[in-house]
Nanobody, 126 residues
């Protein structure tokens, strides 16, 4: 059973940085892609970044290109989201997700993923 545990959220002022971590209990070959999503109160869950675990290919939402970077450390079974130049509109609960046992065709779509972490809160103040 794959389990995902996020950490690294917190409160930061606008312009600051945070790095989120997602520890995966079983970073198996059956995980095709990993994604980071966020959800602000009253808004739909938004895919912000994804990584194909075997190739390292990444995908980003237009809203975070050049601002966020997704990476993985296979030895540590961990996926990271480096977030720079944070803005108040980046405030949200951030979730990581894994696509296990299936091909990853839509890496920024929540429907692609079948395993989710519990989320970590990011709050950016102006």
């Amino acid at each position: 059973q794959v389990q995902l545990v996020e950490s690294g959220g917190g409160s930061v002022q606008a312009g600051g940085s945070l790095r989120l971590s997602c520890a995966v209990t079983e970073y198996t070959y059956s995980i095709d892609c990993m994604g980071w999503f966020r959800q602000a109160p009253g808004k739909a869950r938004e895919g912000v970044a994804a990584i194909y675990t075997r190739s390292g290919t990444t995908r980003y939402a237009d809203s975070v290109k050049g601002q966020f970077t997704i990476s993985q450390d296979n030895a540590e079974n961990t996926v990271y989201l480096q977030m720079n130049i944070l803005k108040p509109e980046d405030t949200a609960m951030y979730y990581c997700a894994a696509d296990v046992g299936r091909r990853c065709f839509f890496p920024l779509s929540a429907n692609q993923y079948n395993y989710w972490g519990q989320g970590t809160q990011v709050t950016v103040s102006s």
